[in-house]
């Protein structure tokens, strides 16, 4: 059984083809198993459309009709993977998960939108999944 949506192979071969992946390049195995890992939980928290195609499957994907997980999937779970190793730990989105909407540091200051820190940390990995959220709305 597969631990997330895609392997430590299949990311290594994405990342190959895509800019600005030196977090992912620097990893060892064991730290991208684990990115891979936590951005299939975190897909999978997030609201989507339809139901699981086999009721007892681990994860959200495949969903009905797709009985294989799509590509795009597997590429947001890469996306999200990369963003957890960049910033997923950082001080900035432990504030915002824990509701701080402020904060000052001497002249600097912040303010986060209501719900900051929620959800995926990777803007692509968001649009690759877009077709399969509940709420959003495909453009022609």
């Known amino acids: ?21 030196e977090s992912w390049e620097q990893a060892d195995n064991s730290t991208k198993e684990k990115a891979l890992w936590q951005a299939t939980r975190s897909i999978d928290r997030m609201p989507f ?17 797709d009985t294989e997980i799509p590509e795009a999937v597997k590429e947001a779970c890469c996306e999200e993977a990369l963003a957890i190793l960049e910033s997923g730990n950082s001080q900035r989105r432990k504030l915002q998960q824990e509701g701080v909407q402020s904060i000052t540091l001497g002249s600097m200051s912040e303010t986060y939108i209501a719900g900051a820190g929620k959800g995926l940390l990777s803007q692509e990995a968001k649009e690759l999944l877009r077709p399969w959220l509940i709420g959003a709305v495909m453009i022609t």
């Open 1 to 21: 059984m597969s631990e997330s949506y895609c392997t430590i192979e299949y990311a290594n071969e994405y990342f190959g083809r895509r800019l600005h992946a």
């Open 49 to 65: 459309r339809g139901r699981k195609t086999d009721l007892h499957q681990p994860f959200a994907f495949p969903r009905y009709p």
